[in-house]
């Protein structure tokens, strides 16, 4: 489908995060390009996730999780399916299972309108979020912060 990846907060580790269509962690601490690309989906596919607050609170100033998309969200425990975003769909299973069962059913030409389209924003808005994370420092973080600057002070030859 070329549709952006995003994970869970303190989920890194489920999707290959060298993949181009990876986008990142949501929410606390995360990928601003992958809640960005998030805010623009009409469907989300939620794979073996309860959707926990840190994952779908607002961050960065975004409140980027769009209340207006069709949510599948896909659980083997059925208590966590609609916990804390309603769903369309909710289905109860093993992610691995369902997933595959999803991609057996698909037409082989499903995701081909405005594929390229997708893939290039994608890579665009990953892009643009390396740049604005190559460019910070902890003081332009929090103004009060004065302790990395107190400390070249103290000891230049450390820093």
């Given at each position: 489908?070329?549709?952006?990846?995003?994970?869970?907060?303190?989920?890194?580790?489920?999707?290959?995060?060298n993949h181009p269509l990876y986008a990142g962690p949501l929410g606390y601490n995360g990928s601003k390009a992958a809640m960005e690309l998030i805010s623009q989906a009409d469907v989300i596919l939620a794979l073996g996730t309860r959707l926990n607050p840190f994952s779908t609170l607002p961050a960065y100033g975004i409140n980027y999780f769009p209340s207006q998309a069709k949510l599948i969200q896909v659980d083997i425990n059925e208590a966590r399916i609609g916990l804390t975003k309603p769903v369309t769909v909710g289905i109860q299973g093993d992610a691995a299972m369902v997933a595959q069962g999803i991609l057996e059913k698909l037409a082989p030409a499903a995701g081909d309108a405005d594929r390229s389209n997708r893939e290039a924003l994608i890579k665009t808005t990953k892009a643009a979020w390396e740049l604005e994370l190559g460019s910070m420092d902890h003081e332009q973080d929090d103004v009060g912060t004065t302790w990395n600057e107190r400390s070249r002070k103290r000891h230049p030859e450390r820093m």
């Open positions: 489908l070329s549709a952006p990846v995003c994970c869970n907060y303190q989920h890194n580790d489920a999707f290959p995060g």
